[in-house]
């Protein structure tokens, strides 16, 4: 059997052990060390350190299983052994962290079945050969979870569809309801903090940034300023209190980052202070980017105060609003942040087949009725000026254009409009001018397409 060290920066950390293929000496044996550096191998008494699985500032986590298992059953073990040059009170930070995902791995994880169970937690003294002292070590082992982060299925499957999003929403909304009621705040919600295992359960992990706070009480004291960069709302990264609600921030920035397969930095426009992420995601239904909106929103009380109320609204007919997911108009700072309902495609092109046509038509009408070609271009320019600031702000809509244009084109009977062009000449320039329009606009709509993939 192969046994890897724990101990960071070992030499030779893969040991081989002929004998405890054997079962029965896998059970009996009371310990074996690295025989590079001498260190403890049989963790706890129990766990077999066998794989890598990842590697951080504060330590790292390995593929093991228990010995004392009847089918050697798999599990992770995490060292804490932050790197670099820690004072006595950042190390005192750094290790009460790592307790504190211990109890709360504990008190949550036994007892919901999308958070991992915790086994074992326990130090660990072993002799440094090199400067004659002794380390310290500390040990968590929770459940294993056979699957794939949200991460590493992004990277191998590509963008999520909305009904994918609606579902992981739906999961992980339950995971947070529930710590959320047992006095806890994650705080480190992120793609790669979300596993889904090989039946296709969610499973939230990674609880050493947890916030405890009193039940009952919006929170209790500042945040300890630990937080993932791009997913954390603004008062997680003040060192601010943080709230339910600083979850559901994550939670929405998570999905904005799976749905497009941006990074979140690239979908917040620092500039304006807001997220601009609906053109990269331009199959989304209004009523679910009207949730994630308001998830996003820079003010903790504009958010939706408790994972319940984003159930409710998830749960709303699709056809639901914007205006009824936002905040009371009667607060300012949320009416100043609801934004415009976006055009769909449909509309965009046909908006553009009625500017054409009404363009042409325009064109002909004033060029026929005032002798000085200045002046009629320039009121023809200020006509179609005012006809797009209309279409923008929905002044008309739907099926005032075709209306609208019938009218316009019967208004062409008269001769002195028309400039002596037969009616059937002056048909065929107006569809031939909604027919460029339309072509114009699909072709800058799909550069813009293409160059917003890349930049």
Same mark, same amino acid.
């Given at each position: 059997?192969? &046994?890897?060290? %724990?101990?960071?920066?070992?030499?030779?950390? $893969?040991?081989?052990?002929?004998?405890?293929?054997?079962?029965?000496?896998?059970?009996? /044996?009371?310990?074996?060390?690295?025989?590079?550096?001498?260190?403890?191998?049989?963790?706890?008494?129990?766990?077999?350190?066998?794989?890598?699985?990842?590697?951080?500032?504060?330590?790292?986590?390995?593929?093991?299983?228990?010995?004392?298992?009847?089918?050697?059953?798999?599990?992770?073990?995490?060292?804490?052994?932050?790197?670099?040059?820690?004072?006595?009170?950042?190390?005192?930070?750094?290790?009460?962290?790592?307790?504190?995902?211990?109890? /709360?791995?504990?008190?949550?994880?036994?007892?919901?079945?999308? *958070?991992?169970?915790?086994?074992?937690?326990?130090?660990?003294?072993?002799?440094?050969?090199?400067?004659?002292?002794?380390?310290?070590?500390?040990?968590?082992?929770?459940? #294993?979870?056979?699957?794939?982060?949200?991460?590493?299925?992004?990277?191998?499957?590509?963008?999520?569809?909305?009904?994918?999003?609606?579902?992981?929403?739906?999961?992980?909304?339950?995971?947070?309801?529930?710590?959320?009621?047992?006095?806890?705040?994650?705080?480190?919600? $992120?793609?790669?903090?979300?596993?889904?295992?090989?039946?296709? +359960?969610?499973?939230?992990?990674?609880?050493?940034?947890?916030?405890?706070?009193?039940?009952?009480?919006?929170?209790?004291? $500042?945040?300890?300023? &630990?937080?993932?960069? @791009? #997913?954390?709302?603004?008062?997680?990264?003040?060192?601010?209190?943080?709230?339910?609600?600083?979850?559901?921030?994550?939670?929405?920035?998570?999905?904005?980052?799976?749905?497009? @397969?941006?990074?979140?930095?690239?979908?917040?426009?620092?500039?304006?202070?807001?997220?601009?992420?609906?053109?990269?995601?331009?199959?989304?239904?209004?009523?679910?980017?009207?949730?994630?909106?308001?998830?996003?929103?820079? %003010?903790?009380?504009?958010?939706?105060?408790?994972?319940?109320?984003?159930?409710?609204?998830?749960? +709303?007919?699709?056809?639901?609003?914007?205006?009824?997911?936002?905040?009371?108009?009667?607060?300012?700072?949320?009416?100043?942040?609801?934004?415009? $309902?976006?055009?769909?495609?449909?509309?965009?092109?046909?908006?553009?087949?009625?500017?054409?046509?009404?363009?042409?038509?325009?064109?002909?009408?004033?060029?026929?009725?005032?002798?000085?070609?200045?002046?009629?271009?320039?009121?023809?320019?200020?006509?179609?000026?005012?006809? *797009?600031?209309?279409?923008?702000?929905?002044?008309?809509?739907?099926?005032?254009?075709?209306?609208?244009?019938?009218?316009?084109?019967?208004?062409?009977?008269?001769?002195?409009?028309?400039?002596?062009?037969?009616?059937?000449?002056?048909?065929?320039?107006?569809?031939?001018? @909604?027919?460029?329009? &339309?072509? *114009?606009?699909? &072709?800058?709509?799909?550069?813009?397409?293409?160059?917003?993939?890349? #930049?």
């Amino acid at each position: 059997m192969e &046994i890897l060290c %724990t101990r960071p920066g070992c030499p030779r950390p $893969k040991n081989l052990f002929a004998d405890l293929d054997d079962p029965s000496t896998l059970k009996s /044996v009371q310990q074996k060390y690295c025989t590079s550096c001498g260190m403890p191998l049989i963790l706890g008494g129990h766990y077999i350190p066998v794989r890598l699985l990842g590697q951080g500032g504060f330590g790292a986590a390995y593929l093991a299983c228990d010995r004392f298992s009847p089918t050697l059953r798999s599990c992770v073990v995490k060292q804490f052994q932050p790197s670099g040059n820690l004072n006595q009170q950042q190390l005192e930070i750094a290790q009460n962290l790592f307790e504190r995902e211990a109890i /709360v791995l504990e008190n949550l994880g036994n007892r919901h079945e999308q *958070i991992p169970d915790l086994y074992a937690f326990f130090p660990l003294i072993a002799p440094n050969r090199s400067s004659g002292q002794q380390d310290r070590f500390f040990y968590l082992v929770q459940e #294993f979870i056979d699957g794939q982060t949200l991460e590493e299925e992004l990277i191998d499957r590509g963008q999520f569809s909305e009904a994918q999003i609606r579902h992981l929403l739906t999961e992980m909304l339950k995971v947070l309801k529930f710590v959320h009621e047992n006095g806890s705040i994650h705080r480190d919600i $992120k793609p790669s903090n979300i596993m889904r295992d090989r039946n296709g +359960r969610l499973y939230l992990l990674d609880f050493g940034a947890v916030k405890q706070q009193a039940i009952g009480s919006p929170s209790s004291g $500042k945040s300890t300023g &630990i937080y993932s960069m @791009g #997913f954390a709302p603004p008062e997680q990264m003040a060192g601010s209190q943080v709230y339910p609600s600083t979850d559901l921030y994550a939670l929405a920035t998570t999905c904005l980052n799976l749905l497009t @397969g941006k990074k979140p930095e690239e979908l917040y426009d620092s500039y304006h202070h807001g997220w601009n992420w609906r053109t990269h995601a331009p199959q989304v239904s209004d009523s679910l980017a009207a949730i994630l909106d308001r998830m996003l929103l820079p %003010t903790p009380k504009d958010r939706f105060q408790s994972a319940q109320d984003v159930l409710n609204a998830l749960e +709303r007919p699709q056809s639901v609003t914007k205006t009824q997911l936002q905040p009371s108009p009667a607060n300012p700072t949320a009416a100043a942040l609801s934004t415009r $309902k976006p055009f769909s495609l449909l509309e965009v092109l046909g908006s553009a087949a009625f500017m054409g046509f009404e363009g042409a038509l325009s064109y002909i009408a004033f060029t026929s009725l005032l002798p000085f070609p200045g002046i009629a271009l320039g009121l023809w320019g200020m006509c179609l000026g005012g006809l *797009i600031y209309t279409l923008y702000r929905r002044g008309i809509e739907g099926k005032d254009l075709p209306i609208l244009a019938v009218l316009t084109f019967l208004l062409m009977s008269i001769p002195a409009l028309r400039g002596g062009l037969a009616i059937s000449v002056v048909a065929i320039i107006a569809v031939l001018g @909604g027919a460029t329009a &339309i072509a *114009i606009t699909a &072709i800058f709509r799909l550069i813009y397409l293409i160059l917003s993939r890349f #930049f």
